[in-house]
Protein backbone atom coordinates (compact mmCIF):
# COMPACT_ATOMS: atom_id res chain seq x y z
CA UNK A 1 0.00 0.00 0.00
CA UNK A 2 1.60 3.29 -0.79
CA UNK A 3 1.77 5.57 1.62
CA UNK A 4 0.28 9.21 0.86
CA UNK A 5 1.71 12.58 2.44
CA UNK A 6 -0.72 14.46 3.71
CA UNK A 7 -1.15 18.22 1.13
CA UNK A 8 -1.53 20.10 4.57
CA UNK A 9 -1.81 20.82 8.16
CA UNK A 10 -5.25 19.66 9.89
CA UNK A 11 -6.92 22.53 11.88
CA UNK A 12 -6.91 22.22 15.76
CA UNK A 13 -9.84 20.46 16.79
CA UNK A 14 -10.97 18.83 19.69
CA UNK A 15 -8.48 16.65 22.31
CA UNK A 16 -5.30 17.55 19.36
CA UNK A 17 -6.59 21.29 20.55
CA UNK A 18 -6.57 20.82 24.10
CA UNK A 19 -2.99 19.06 23.57
CA UNK A 20 -1.80 21.88 22.05
CA UNK A 21 -2.99 24.22 24.88
CA UNK A 22 -1.67 22.14 27.96
CA UNK A 23 2.17 21.85 25.90
CA UNK A 24 1.91 25.31 25.33
CA UNK A 25 1.36 26.29 28.83
CA UNK A 26 3.91 23.92 29.99
CA UNK A 27 6.21 25.18 27.60
CA UNK A 28 5.56 29.04 28.20
CA UNK A 29 5.81 28.73 32.40
CA UNK A 30 8.89 26.74 32.09
CA UNK A 31 10.46 29.81 29.29
CA UNK A 32 8.99 32.51 31.56
CA UNK A 33 10.49 30.51 34.65
CA UNK A 34 13.87 30.44 32.16
CA UNK A 35 13.97 34.21 31.89
CA UNK A 36 13.43 34.97 35.64
CA UNK A 37 15.64 32.76 36.36
CA UNK A 38 18.59 34.32 33.77
CA UNK A 39 19.12 36.96 36.09
CA UNK A 40 20.58 34.80 38.88
CA UNK A 41 22.25 33.01 36.55
CA UNK A 42 23.63 36.30 35.17
CA UNK A 43 24.75 37.41 38.44
CA UNK A 44 26.41 33.84 39.31
CA UNK A 45 28.09 33.96 35.98
CA UNK A 46 29.64 37.35 36.63
CA UNK A 47 30.88 36.28 39.88
CA UNK A 48 32.76 33.37 38.31
CA UNK A 49 34.11 35.29 35.11
CA UNK A 50 34.85 38.22 38.07
CA UNK A 51 36.76 35.48 39.95
CA UNK A 52 38.85 34.50 36.91
CA UNK A 53 39.74 38.07 36.04
CA UNK A 54 41.25 38.90 39.22
CA UNK A 55 43.28 36.23 38.53
CA UNK A 56 44.34 38.22 35.33
CA UNK A 57 42.58 35.33 32.89
CA UNK A 58 39.70 35.14 31.26
CA UNK A 59 37.54 32.27 30.49
CA UNK A 60 36.74 31.94 26.53
CA UNK A 61 35.16 28.27 26.60
CA UNK A 62 35.54 25.07 28.03
CA UNK A 63 37.58 21.59 27.16
CA UNK A 64 36.35 18.03 29.20
CA UNK A 65 39.08 18.44 31.19
CA UNK A 66 38.34 22.31 32.82
CA UNK A 67 37.63 25.92 31.45
CA UNK A 68 39.72 27.35 29.04
CA UNK A 69 41.58 30.58 29.53
CA UNK A 70 43.43 32.72 28.06
CA UNK A 71 45.59 35.56 29.74
CA UNK A 72 43.75 39.37 30.37
CA UNK A 73 46.45 41.20 32.89
CA UNK A 74 49.65 41.94 31.62
CA UNK A 75 51.24 39.69 33.96
CA UNK A 76 49.74 37.37 32.88
CA UNK A 77 50.68 37.73 29.42
CA UNK A 78 54.20 37.67 30.13
CA UNK A 79 53.43 34.15 32.02
CA UNK A 80 51.71 32.38 28.71
CA UNK A 81 50.18 33.83 25.35
CA UNK A 82 47.91 30.86 24.20
CA UNK A 83 44.66 29.53 25.08
CA UNK A 84 44.95 26.61 27.77
CA UNK A 85 43.24 24.48 30.30
CA UNK A 86 42.84 25.88 33.63
CA UNK A 87 42.99 22.29 36.12
CA UNK A 88 44.45 23.57 39.67
CA UNK A 89 44.35 26.70 42.25
CA UNK A 90 46.99 26.62 45.07
CA UNK A 91 47.36 22.52 44.45
CA UNK A 92 43.22 22.17 44.50
CA UNK A 93 41.78 20.63 41.24
CA UNK A 94 39.03 22.76 40.07
CA UNK A 95 35.65 21.98 41.06
CA UNK A 96 33.07 21.45 37.71
CA UNK A 97 30.26 22.97 39.47
CA UNK A 98 30.55 27.00 38.63
CA UNK A 99 29.71 27.31 42.55
CA UNK A 100 32.99 25.49 43.43
CA UNK A 101 34.71 27.38 40.44
CA UNK A 102 33.81 30.96 42.01
CA UNK A 103 35.16 29.79 45.34
CA UNK A 104 38.36 28.23 44.51
CA UNK A 105 39.00 31.39 42.54
CA UNK A 106 38.02 33.90 45.00
CA UNK A 107 40.53 35.68 47.56
CA UNK A 108 41.71 38.84 48.93
CA UNK A 109 43.65 40.71 46.42
CA UNK A 110 47.74 41.01 46.64
CA UNK A 111 47.87 37.13 47.54
CA UNK A 112 50.19 35.06 45.20
CA UNK A 113 48.54 32.89 43.33
CA UNK A 114 49.67 29.03 42.08
CA UNK A 115 47.94 28.21 38.90
CA UNK A 116 48.05 24.89 37.50
CA UNK A 117 47.79 24.78 33.00
CA UNK A 118 47.66 22.37 30.45
CA UNK A 119 48.69 23.31 27.23
CA UNK A 120 47.02 21.78 23.98
CA UNK A 121 49.47 19.73 23.49
CA UNK A 122 48.70 18.08 26.15
CA UNK A 123 51.70 19.49 28.79
CA UNK A 124 51.30 20.81 32.11
CA UNK A 125 52.99 23.83 34.14
CA UNK A 126 52.58 25.84 37.06
CA UNK A 127 52.93 29.81 36.93
CA UNK A 128 52.53 32.24 39.86
CA UNK A 129 49.88 35.21 39.15
CA UNK A 130 48.98 37.73 42.11
CA UNK A 131 44.99 38.56 42.59
CA UNK A 132 44.16 42.11 42.16
CA UNK A 133 40.92 43.69 41.70
CA UNK A 134 42.40 46.39 39.60
CA UNK A 135 42.79 44.48 36.20
CA UNK A 136 39.67 45.17 35.12
CA UNK A 137 39.53 48.24 35.80
CA UNK A 138 42.84 48.96 34.19
CA UNK A 139 41.76 47.40 30.75
CA UNK A 140 38.15 49.31 30.61
CA UNK A 141 40.39 52.52 31.72
CA UNK A 142 39.61 55.04 28.63
CA UNK A 143 36.97 52.85 26.64
CA UNK A 144 33.46 54.69 28.18
CA UNK A 145 32.30 51.83 29.72
CA UNK A 146 33.03 49.39 32.57
CA UNK A 147 32.72 45.45 32.56
CA UNK A 148 29.72 45.28 34.76
CA UNK A 149 27.71 48.14 32.64
CA UNK A 150 29.28 45.90 29.66
CA UNK A 151 27.92 42.65 31.16
CA UNK A 152 24.48 44.06 31.75
CA UNK A 153 23.74 45.88 28.15
CA UNK A 154 24.59 42.86 27.05
CA UNK A 155 22.07 40.33 29.13
CA UNK A 156 19.40 42.80 28.65
CA UNK A 157 19.69 43.06 24.95
CA UNK A 158 19.74 39.14 24.96
CA UNK A 159 17.02 39.05 27.21
CA UNK A 160 15.11 41.45 24.73
CA UNK A 161 15.12 39.27 21.95
CA UNK A 162 14.13 36.47 23.62
CA UNK A 163 11.41 38.41 25.22
CA UNK A 164 10.10 39.19 21.78
CA UNK A 165 9.83 35.55 20.97
CA UNK A 166 8.24 34.75 24.21
CA UNK A 167 5.42 37.71 23.19
CA UNK A 168 4.86 36.73 19.54
CA UNK A 169 4.42 33.33 20.92
CA UNK A 170 1.67 33.93 23.45
CA UNK A 171 -0.09 36.43 21.03
CA UNK A 172 -0.11 33.35 18.45
CA UNK A 173 -1.69 31.35 20.68
CA UNK A 174 -4.26 33.85 21.78
CA UNK A 175 -5.31 35.34 18.52
CA UNK A 176 -4.52 31.82 16.13
CA UNK A 177 -5.98 29.15 18.07
CA UNK A 178 -6.41 26.91 15.50
CA UNK A 179 -4.50 28.18 13.17
CA UNK A 180 -2.14 25.11 12.75
CA UNK A 181 1.15 27.41 11.04
CA UNK A 182 1.13 29.97 14.26
CA UNK A 183 0.26 27.00 16.63
CA UNK A 184 4.00 25.37 15.29
CA UNK A 185 5.49 28.74 15.41
CA UNK A 186 4.01 29.53 18.67
CA UNK A 187 5.18 26.34 19.95
CA UNK A 188 8.46 26.56 18.73
CA UNK A 189 9.11 29.99 20.18
CA UNK A 190 8.19 28.68 23.45
CA UNK A 191 10.46 25.87 23.40
CA UNK A 192 13.26 27.95 21.88
CA UNK A 193 13.28 30.39 25.03
CA UNK A 194 13.62 27.63 27.79
CA UNK A 195 16.76 26.96 29.21
CA UNK A 196 17.03 23.99 31.64
CA UNK A 197 20.41 24.96 32.77
CA UNK A 198 18.79 28.12 33.99
CA UNK A 199 16.46 25.94 35.96
CA UNK A 200 18.52 22.67 36.60
CA UNK A 201 22.40 22.86 36.73
CA UNK A 202 22.35 19.07 36.48
CA UNK A 203 19.97 18.64 33.29
CA UNK A 204 21.44 16.19 30.75
CA UNK A 205 22.49 17.10 27.40
CA UNK A 206 20.00 14.75 25.59
CA UNK A 207 16.91 17.17 26.86
CA UNK A 208 18.23 20.00 25.83
CA UNK A 209 19.14 18.15 22.34
CA UNK A 210 15.70 17.10 22.34
CA UNK A 211 14.20 20.90 23.06
CA UNK A 212 16.32 22.08 20.56
CA UNK A 213 15.53 20.11 18.17
CA UNK A 214 12.17 19.83 18.64
CA UNK A 215 11.99 23.70 18.42
CA UNK A 216 13.87 24.45 15.13
CA UNK A 217 12.02 21.04 13.27
CA UNK A 218 8.32 22.78 14.45
CA UNK A 219 9.81 26.08 13.05
CA UNK A 220 10.94 24.65 9.51
CA UNK A 221 7.40 22.88 9.60
CA UNK A 222 5.45 25.85 9.98
CA UNK A 223 7.87 27.99 7.53
CA UNK A 224 7.14 24.77 4.83
CA UNK A 225 3.46 25.19 5.35
CA UNK A 226 3.04 29.14 5.56
CA UNK A 227 0.60 30.68 5.53
CA UNK A 228 -1.96 28.57 5.30
CA UNK A 229 -1.10 25.42 6.67
CA UNK A 230 -0.64 23.79 2.85
CA UNK A 231 2.56 22.49 1.87
CA UNK A 232 3.15 24.00 -1.89
CA UNK A 233 5.16 22.79 -3.98
CA UNK A 234 4.50 19.08 -3.31
CA UNK A 235 8.61 18.42 -2.38
CA UNK A 236 8.29 20.64 0.45
CA UNK A 237 6.54 17.71 2.35
CA UNK A 238 9.09 15.50 2.11
CA UNK A 239 11.20 17.75 3.66
CA UNK A 240 8.95 18.64 6.89
CA UNK A 241 9.00 15.06 7.37
CA UNK A 242 12.83 14.90 7.68
CA UNK A 243 13.49 17.90 9.59
CA UNK A 244 13.06 16.52 13.53
CA UNK A 245 15.49 13.85 12.17
CA UNK A 246 18.07 16.01 10.90
CA UNK A 247 17.75 18.85 13.75
CA UNK A 248 18.20 15.30 16.37
CA UNK A 249 21.52 14.10 14.05
CA UNK A 250 22.62 17.18 14.13
CA UNK A 251 21.85 18.65 17.56
CA UNK A 252 23.98 15.63 18.90
CA UNK A 253 26.88 15.82 16.45
CA UNK A 254 27.09 19.33 17.69
CA UNK A 255 26.72 18.15 21.59
CA UNK A 256 29.12 15.42 21.20
CA UNK A 257 31.46 15.99 18.12
CA UNK A 258 34.44 13.81 18.57
CA UNK A 259 36.01 14.13 15.07
CA UNK A 260 36.71 16.85 12.55
CA UNK A 261 34.02 14.97 9.93
CA UNK A 262 31.38 15.24 12.94
CA UNK A 263 32.03 18.79 13.45
CA UNK A 264 31.40 19.24 10.05
CA UNK A 265 28.26 17.49 9.37
CA UNK A 266 26.02 18.93 11.70
CA UNK A 267 26.22 22.28 10.16
CA UNK A 268 25.90 20.68 6.70
CA UNK A 269 22.75 19.18 8.09
CA UNK A 270 21.19 22.43 9.57
CA UNK A 271 22.61 24.20 6.06
CA UNK A 272 20.69 21.39 4.04
CA UNK A 273 17.12 22.16 6.11
CA UNK A 274 16.99 25.84 6.32
CA UNK A 275 18.45 25.86 2.50
CA UNK A 276 15.39 24.22 1.51
CA UNK A 277 13.24 26.01 3.26
CA UNK A 278 14.10 29.32 2.03
CA UNK A 279 13.70 27.54 -1.73
CA UNK A 280 10.19 25.88 -0.67
CA UNK A 281 9.07 29.60 0.61
CA UNK A 282 10.21 31.67 -2.71
CA UNK A 283 8.82 29.00 -5.21
CA UNK A 284 5.48 29.31 -3.15
CA UNK A 285 6.07 33.14 -3.18
CA UNK A 286 6.22 33.50 -7.03
CA UNK A 287 3.65 31.03 -7.39
CA UNK A 288 1.08 33.35 -5.59
CA UNK A 289 -0.89 35.88 -7.09
CA UNK A 290 -1.41 39.08 -5.75
CA UNK A 291 -3.74 39.64 -2.52
CA UNK A 292 -3.01 39.21 1.10
CA UNK A 293 -1.68 35.50 0.93
CA UNK A 294 1.48 36.84 -1.06
CA UNK A 295 1.84 39.97 1.28
CA UNK A 296 1.72 37.56 4.37
CA UNK A 297 4.80 35.59 2.45
CA UNK A 298 6.60 38.76 1.29
CA UNK A 299 6.66 40.35 5.30
CA UNK A 300 7.71 36.82 6.92
CA UNK A 301 10.40 36.28 3.83
CA UNK A 302 11.75 40.77 4.97
CA UNK A 303 12.09 39.60 8.59
CA UNK A 304 13.80 36.70 8.01
CA UNK A 305 16.39 38.28 5.65
CA UNK A 306 16.74 41.31 7.89
CA UNK A 307 17.19 38.50 10.60
CA UNK A 308 19.52 36.66 8.51
CA UNK A 309 21.67 39.57 7.61
CA UNK A 310 21.76 41.30 11.15
CA UNK A 311 22.67 37.70 12.41
CA UNK A 312 25.76 37.51 9.98
CA UNK A 313 26.82 40.82 11.62
CA UNK A 314 26.78 39.23 14.51
CA UNK A 315 29.29 36.34 13.44
CA UNK A 316 31.35 39.44 12.06
CA UNK A 317 31.33 40.85 15.16
CA UNK A 318 32.27 37.72 16.94
CA UNK A 319 35.19 37.28 14.55
CA UNK A 320 36.63 41.19 15.34
CA UNK A 321 36.04 40.33 18.97
CA UNK A 322 38.24 37.50 18.70
CA UNK A 323 40.98 39.57 16.96
CA UNK A 324 40.54 42.48 19.43
CA UNK A 325 44.03 44.23 20.56
CA UNK A 326 42.97 45.07 24.06
CA UNK A 327 39.88 44.31 26.53
CA UNK A 328 38.50 47.96 25.84
CA UNK A 329 38.01 47.07 22.17
CA UNK A 330 36.57 43.31 22.61
CA UNK A 331 33.87 45.11 24.90
CA UNK A 332 32.58 47.25 22.38
CA UNK A 333 32.82 44.35 19.89
CA UNK A 334 30.89 42.15 22.08
CA UNK A 335 27.83 44.91 22.55
CA UNK A 336 27.67 45.05 19.31
CA UNK A 337 27.41 41.13 18.74
CA UNK A 338 24.44 41.38 21.65
CA UNK A 339 22.28 44.23 19.92
CA UNK A 340 22.76 42.99 16.27
CA UNK A 341 21.66 39.51 17.61
CA UNK A 342 19.04 40.80 19.66
CA UNK A 343 17.71 42.92 16.81
CA UNK A 344 17.88 40.02 14.48
CA UNK A 345 15.85 38.17 16.99
CA UNK A 346 13.18 40.93 16.69
CA UNK A 347 13.04 41.09 13.09
CA UNK A 348 12.16 37.32 12.90
CA UNK A 349 9.70 37.30 15.30
CA UNK A 350 8.14 40.15 14.22
CA UNK A 351 8.09 39.42 10.58
CA UNK A 352 6.37 36.20 11.45
CA UNK A 353 3.55 37.86 13.93
CA UNK A 354 2.57 40.65 11.58
CA UNK A 355 2.32 37.97 9.07
CA UNK A 356 0.34 35.77 10.65
CA UNK A 357 -2.06 38.20 12.63
CA UNK A 358 -2.87 39.36 9.18
CA UNK A 359 -1.60 43.03 10.61
CA UNK A 360 -1.04 45.92 7.87
CA UNK A 361 -0.03 43.21 5.28
CA UNK A 362 0.39 46.23 3.00
CA UNK A 363 2.72 48.39 4.93
CA UNK A 364 5.26 45.30 3.39
CA UNK A 365 6.41 47.30 0.53
CA UNK A 366 6.84 50.97 2.25
CA UNK A 367 8.62 49.10 4.89
CA UNK A 368 11.01 47.37 2.85
CA UNK A 369 11.54 50.14 0.49
CA UNK A 370 12.29 53.03 3.61
CA UNK A 371 15.03 50.00 5.30
CA UNK A 372 16.70 49.23 1.82
CA UNK A 373 17.04 52.57 1.05
CA UNK A 374 18.32 53.49 4.62
CA UNK A 375 20.67 50.14 4.65
CA UNK A 376 22.11 51.07 1.73
CA UNK A 377 22.88 54.76 2.14
CA UNK A 378 24.63 53.44 5.35
CA UNK A 379 26.80 51.17 3.42
CA UNK A 380 27.33 53.86 0.97
CA UNK A 381 28.41 56.47 3.16
CA UNK A 382 30.34 53.96 5.29
CA UNK A 383 32.36 53.10 2.06
CA UNK A 384 32.63 56.89 0.89
CA UNK A 385 34.18 57.85 4.43
CA UNK A 386 36.95 54.52 4.26
CA UNK A 387 37.57 55.06 0.93
CA UNK A 388 38.09 58.98 0.73
CA UNK A 389 40.12 58.57 4.44
CA UNK A 390 42.76 55.94 2.93
CA UNK A 391 42.97 57.60 -0.61
CA UNK A 392 43.62 61.31 1.55
CA UNK A 393 46.13 59.16 3.71
CA UNK A 394 48.17 57.62 1.09
CA UNK A 395 48.07 61.23 -0.49
CA UNK A 396 49.61 62.29 2.62
CA UNK A 397 52.12 59.96 3.05
CA UNK A 398 53.27 60.37 -0.82
CA UNK A 399 53.39 64.01 -1.22
CA UNK A 400 54.02 65.03 2.32
CA UNK A 401 55.95 61.97 3.83
CA UNK A 402 53.79 62.02 6.62
CA UNK A 403 51.07 60.37 7.87
CA UNK A 404 47.53 62.80 7.95
CA UNK A 405 45.83 61.12 11.08
CA UNK A 406 42.83 62.48 12.53
CA UNK A 407 42.84 65.16 8.97
CA UNK A 408 42.46 62.16 6.77
CA UNK A 409 39.43 60.94 9.10
CA UNK A 410 37.83 64.45 8.78
CA UNK A 411 38.04 65.09 5.33
CA UNK A 412 36.75 61.65 5.10
CA UNK A 413 33.95 62.46 7.34
CA UNK A 414 33.11 65.55 5.11
CA UNK A 415 33.17 64.04 1.81
CA UNK A 416 30.35 61.55 3.30
CA UNK A 417 28.48 64.61 4.74
CA UNK A 418 28.52 66.01 1.58
CA UNK A 419 27.09 63.12 -0.24
CA UNK A 420 23.94 62.30 1.84
CA UNK A 421 21.44 64.19 0.48
CA UNK A 422 22.66 63.69 -3.52
CA UNK A 423 22.73 59.76 -1.84
CA UNK A 424 19.61 59.45 -0.08
CA UNK A 425 17.43 61.09 -2.90
CA UNK A 426 18.97 58.83 -5.40
CA UNK A 427 18.75 55.37 -3.52
CA UNK A 428 15.27 56.45 -1.90
CA UNK A 429 13.84 56.91 -5.35
CA UNK A 430 15.74 53.48 -6.44
CA UNK A 431 13.93 51.68 -3.59
CA UNK A 432 10.53 53.21 -4.80
CA UNK A 433 10.85 52.17 -8.21
CA UNK A 434 11.83 48.60 -7.40
CA UNK A 435 9.44 48.17 -3.88
CA UNK A 436 6.51 50.54 -4.37
CA UNK A 437 5.80 50.40 -8.02
CA UNK A 438 2.28 50.48 -7.97
CA UNK A 439 2.69 53.82 -5.72
CA UNK A 440 5.06 55.09 -8.72
CA UNK A 441 2.54 54.92 -11.30
CA UNK A 442 -0.40 56.49 -9.24
CA UNK A 443 1.63 59.48 -8.47
CA UNK A 444 3.23 59.61 -12.46
CA UNK A 445 0.78 57.79 -14.73
CA UNK A 446 -2.53 58.82 -13.71
CA UNK A 447 -2.10 62.67 -14.01
CA UNK A 448 -1.04 62.14 -17.37
CA UNK A 449 -3.40 59.49 -18.22
CA UNK A 450 -6.40 61.98 -17.02
CA UNK A 451 -4.55 64.87 -18.37
CA UNK A 452 -4.59 63.57 -22.31
CA UNK A 453 -7.94 62.13 -21.46
CA UNK A 454 -9.90 65.20 -20.37
CA UNK A 455 -9.48 66.17 -23.98
CA UNK A 456 -11.27 63.68 -25.50
CA UNK A 457 -13.06 60.81 -23.47
CA UNK A 458 -16.25 61.55 -21.37
CA UNK A 459 -16.70 62.04 -17.15
CA UNK A 460 -17.59 58.24 -17.19
CA UNK A 461 -14.37 57.39 -18.88
CA UNK A 462 -12.21 59.37 -16.71
CA UNK A 463 -14.22 57.91 -13.66
CA UNK A 464 -13.28 54.21 -14.67
CA UNK A 465 -9.40 55.24 -15.18
CA UNK A 466 -9.45 56.95 -11.83
CA UNK A 467 -11.09 54.10 -10.20
CA UNK A 468 -8.83 51.61 -11.96
CA UNK A 469 -5.52 53.21 -10.97
CA UNK A 470 -6.49 54.48 -7.48
CA UNK A 471 -7.58 50.50 -6.45
CA UNK A 472 -4.56 49.41 -8.16
CA UNK A 473 -1.71 51.60 -6.90
CA UNK A 474 -3.30 51.58 -3.19
CA UNK A 475 -5.38 48.52 -2.87
CA UNK A 476 -8.19 49.58 -2.04
CA UNK A 477 -11.57 47.11 -1.22
CA UNK A 478 -13.52 48.88 -2.81
CA UNK A 479 -13.93 52.65 -4.30
CA UNK A 480 -16.63 55.76 -5.72
CA UNK A 481 -16.50 58.79 -7.57
CA UNK A 482 -18.90 61.06 -6.94
CA UNK A 483 -19.20 64.50 -8.80
CA UNK A 484 -21.50 67.40 -8.24
CA UNK A 485 -23.36 65.24 -5.78
CA UNK A 486 -23.43 62.38 -8.09
CA UNK A 487 -22.52 59.06 -8.56
CA UNK A 488 -20.69 58.59 -11.96
CA UNK A 489 -18.97 55.10 -11.13
CA UNK A 490 -18.04 52.63 -8.66
CA UNK A 491 -15.68 49.70 -8.13
CA UNK A 492 -16.14 46.75 -5.63
CA UNK A 493 -19.77 47.61 -4.17
CA UNK A 494 -23.03 48.40 -5.70
CA UNK A 495 -24.88 52.14 -6.20
CA UNK A 496 -27.61 51.46 -3.62
CA UNK A 497 -25.08 50.35 -1.47
CA UNK A 498 -23.16 54.03 -1.96
CA UNK A 499 -26.42 55.89 -1.52
CA UNK A 500 -27.40 53.91 1.75
CA UNK A 501 -23.54 55.06 3.21
CA UNK A 502 -24.51 58.76 1.51
CA UNK A 503 -27.53 59.27 3.74
CA UNK A 504 -25.68 59.81 7.07
CA UNK A 505 -22.42 61.05 5.71
CA UNK A 506 -22.10 64.06 5.96
CA UNK A 507 -18.89 65.37 3.63
CA UNK A 508 -15.96 67.43 5.72
CA UNK A 509 -15.58 71.12 5.14
CA UNK A 510 -11.81 71.22 5.81
CA UNK A 511 -9.43 70.72 3.24
CA UNK A 512 -7.23 68.02 3.19
CA UNK A 513 -8.14 64.29 3.19
CA UNK A 514 -10.88 63.28 5.13
CA UNK A 515 -9.76 60.15 7.22
CA UNK A 516 -12.54 58.36 8.91
CA UNK A 517 -10.46 54.71 10.40
CA UNK A 518 -13.45 53.62 11.71
CA UNK A 519 -15.67 53.84 9.11
CA UNK A 520 -15.68 50.17 7.77
CA UNK A 521 -17.19 51.25 4.29
CA UNK A 522 -15.15 54.21 3.42
CA UNK A 523 -12.79 55.43 5.95
CA UNK A 524 -10.80 57.57 3.17
CA UNK A 525 -12.63 60.50 1.64
CA UNK A 526 -10.62 62.12 -1.04
CA UNK A 527 -11.73 65.51 -1.60
CA UNK A 528 -11.44 66.62 -5.37
CA UNK A 529 -10.60 70.21 -5.37
CA UNK A 530 -8.48 72.24 -7.38
CA UNK A 531 -7.18 75.93 -7.88
CA UNK A 532 -9.37 78.02 -9.20
CA UNK A 533 -12.23 75.58 -9.46
CA UNK A 534 -13.31 74.47 -5.82
CA UNK A 535 -14.39 71.27 -4.52
CA UNK A 536 -15.81 69.42 -7.55
CA UNK A 537 -16.66 66.20 -6.22
CA UNK A 538 -14.90 62.85 -3.82
CA UNK A 539 -12.92 60.12 -4.30
CA UNK A 540 -14.55 57.73 -1.80
CA UNK A 541 -12.03 54.62 -0.78
CA UNK A 542 -12.89 51.58 1.17
CA UNK A 543 -9.93 49.71 3.46
CA UNK A 544 -7.12 47.49 2.04
CA UNK A 545 -8.03 43.91 1.17
CA UNK A 546 -6.46 43.27 5.16
CA UNK A 547 -8.86 45.61 6.71
CA UNK A 548 -6.30 48.47 7.64
CA UNK A 549 -5.72 51.88 6.93
CA UNK A 550 -4.08 53.27 4.49
CA UNK A 551 -0.09 54.16 5.07
CA UNK A 552 1.76 57.41 5.04
CA UNK A 553 3.38 57.27 1.38
CA UNK A 554 -0.75 56.15 0.55
CA UNK A 555 -2.05 59.50 1.70
CA UNK A 556 0.23 61.24 0.28
CA UNK A 557 -0.23 59.88 -3.26
CA UNK A 558 -3.78 60.44 -2.86
CA UNK A 559 -3.42 63.70 -2.05
CA UNK A 560 -1.00 64.58 -4.81
CA UNK A 561 -3.31 63.02 -7.57
CA UNK A 562 -6.14 65.04 -5.95
CA UNK A 563 -5.57 68.45 -7.74
CA UNK A 564 -5.15 66.87 -10.97
CA UNK A 565 -8.12 64.46 -11.08
CA UNK A 566 -10.21 67.66 -10.06
CA UNK A 567 -8.96 69.51 -12.55
CA UNK A 568 -9.43 66.64 -15.75
CA UNK A 569 -13.15 66.07 -14.34
CA UNK A 570 -13.55 69.69 -13.46
CA UNK A 571 -12.42 70.33 -18.07
CA UNK A 572 -15.01 67.20 -18.56
CA UNK A 573 -17.76 68.49 -16.81
CA UNK A 574 -17.49 71.96 -18.50
CA UNK A 575 -16.80 70.62 -21.62
CA UNK A 576 -19.81 68.19 -21.37
CA UNK A 577 -21.88 71.33 -20.34
CA UNK A 578 -20.79 73.11 -23.56
CA UNK A 579 -20.89 70.69 -26.26
CA UNK A 580 -24.43 69.96 -24.34
CA UNK A 581 -25.33 73.25 -24.78
CA UNK A 582 -23.97 73.65 -28.44
CA UNK A 583 -25.99 70.43 -29.22
CA UNK A 584 -29.19 72.10 -27.69
CA UNK A 585 -28.67 75.41 -29.96
CA UNK A 586 -27.87 73.52 -32.98
CA UNK A 587 -30.84 71.25 -32.28
CA UNK A 588 -32.84 74.28 -31.81
CA UNK A 589 -31.54 76.03 -34.67
CA UNK A 590 -32.26 73.13 -36.47
CA UNK A 591 -35.97 73.02 -35.34
CA UNK A 592 -36.44 77.19 -36.37
CA UNK A 593 -34.98 76.18 -39.64
CA UNK A 594 -37.24 73.45 -40.39
CA UNK A 595 -40.15 75.38 -39.40
CA UNK A 596 -39.04 78.36 -41.51
CA UNK A 597 -38.86 75.74 -44.28
CA UNK A 598 -42.01 74.30 -43.82
CA UNK A 599 -43.82 77.58 -44.09
CA UNK A 600 -41.74 78.60 -47.42
CA UNK A 601 -42.60 75.40 -48.90
CA UNK A 602 -46.48 75.99 -47.93
CA UNK A 603 -46.04 79.83 -49.46
CA UNK A 604 -44.51 78.52 -52.72
CA UNK A 605 -46.69 75.58 -53.33
CA UNK A 606 -48.83 76.06 -56.26
CA UNK A 607 -52.80 76.53 -55.60
CA UNK A 608 -55.13 74.22 -57.44
CA UNK A 609 -56.43 77.55 -60.01
CA UNK A 610 -53.15 78.59 -60.85
CA UNK A 611 -52.04 74.68 -61.71
CA UNK A 612 -55.63 74.93 -64.21
Given at each position: M?L??????????GW??????????????L??A??????RA???D??????????????I???S?????Q???????R???????????D????????E?R??T??GP????????L?R?????????????????????A????T???R?WI????????N???????L???????R?P??????????L?????????S???????????S??N??L?????A????R???R???SV????????????????????Q????L???LYG?I???????????Y??????P??Q??????????????????????????S?AA??G?????I??????????N???S?????S???Y????A?????RSV?Y??LT????????????????????????S???L??G???????????????R???????????????L??????LV??????A??????A??????TH??????????????L???RG???????????D????????????????VF?????????????????????????????K??????A??????????????????R???????I?S????????????????????E???
Open positions: RRLPDALPLLSGAVAYRVLWCAAAVAASMAFSYEVAQRNARAFYDLGLSQGRSAGPLVPFSPRAKLFNDRETLLAVGRALPADMGTRLSDGVPVSVGMADGSQHRITLTRSGSYLAEAYGTGIWAARNFGLLTLGLFWLITSLLFLRRPDVAALIAMSAAGDINFYFLWATPVFADVLRTLAALCIGLLFPDGFRPWSRAILTLPAFLAGAWLGAFSVSFSALWPAALVAVIAAILVRRATPPGTRQIKIAIFGFVVGLLLLLAALVCVTMEGNEVRAWWLGEALVFGLGIAMGGLLFLLRRLYDDATISAGAIALLAIFAGSERVIELMGEEYFGELGAAGIGAAFAAVMIVPLHHIEHWAEKRFQKNLIHRHDLPLGDLRETGLDRIAAVLDGVGVRASRAALLVGGDIEAIGPDEVETWRAWVPAAHDGLDCARADPPMRVPLAADGHGRVGWLLLGPRPDGSFYGDERESLEIADPVARAVQIVSVRARERDQAERALERGLAAVMDRLTIRLAPTPAAS
